[in-house]
């Protein structure tokens, strides 16, 4: 086991230590993006109230639900559906960074995987919009990974220049490799426009910081 990773067993036994589920749901597709371009697979992840990417779910609490059985009150909260998740979908379990470090409040985080039909993704989609007790406040939406690269370099790229909470970005890294829903060199190809991207929107923070200091001064 990878350094830093728990089994389900290992971290329901650490005494004192809070637990956060969250599953990546996702489907296949024959869609195609302008009639072109093959979109493959459909993955959901969510804009946080934070400005924050992440994968549904949230905190739950052992002593009183299973992990499962509380990450489906989170998601009936966040979505508007109660997806039932079962022990087979729970694919890791490690600690996430604490802040402050302090053994009483460690936090380790649940990631589970469930592949969907592409009908019931657009099932939670609809209800995530229409119904969810927590769509605009907790959460601002729902959102589909792009999977593909455009001409000029967009997608996939792009959506990973983004800002995520936690380890969600290698929860997401992990499991398109895993499930074989990209290439190794698809990956590599993206991440590496990625940073370029990246450093592109830092200067562009910076101009904007400028410029911004500039007119504070002459008010």
């Known amino acids: 086991m990878a350094s830093g990773q728990l089994s389900r067993e290992e971290a329901l ?14 489907c296949d597709t024959e869609t195609q993006l302008f009639g072109r371009i093959p979109i493959r697979h459909i993955i959901l992840m969510q804009m946080r109230f934070d400005g924050l990417l992440g994968f549904p779910g949230g905190l739950v609490n052992p002593q009183e639900e299973t992990l499962e059985a509380g990450l489906s009150r989170e998601l009936l909260e966040e979505m508007g559906v109660a997806l039932p998740i079962s022990v087979d979908d729970h694919v890791d379990a490690c600690y996430a960074p604490a802040f402050p470090p302090s053994s009483s409040s460690r936090l380790i985080t649940h990631f589970y995987v469930r592949k ?5 993704i657009r099932e939670v989609e ?3 919009a229409s119904t969810a007790t927590d769509h605009g406040l907790e959460v601002l939406g729902m959102v589909r990974v792009p999977l593909y690269t455009t001409k000029g370099g967009g ?8 800002s995520f909470i936690g380890n969600a970005r290698s929860q997401l890294l992990d499991s398109l490799l895993r499930l074989n829903l990209v290439t190794p060199k698809e990956l ?6 990625s940073l370029k991207i990246h450093t592109h929107t830092a200067d562009d923070l910076k101009a904007a910081l400028t410029l911004t200091e500039a007119n504070r001064k002459r008010l």
Do not use: I, N, P
């Open 155 to 162: 997608g996939l790229a792009s959506f990973l220049s983004h």
């Open 116 to 120: 969907m039909d592409e009908e019931q």
């Open 126 to 128: 609809r209800a995530a």
């Open 13 to 26: 036994a650490c005494s004192g230590c809070r637990h956060a589920c969250h599953v990546m749901l996702y």
């Open 188 to 193: 590599h190809k993206a991440l590496t426009h």
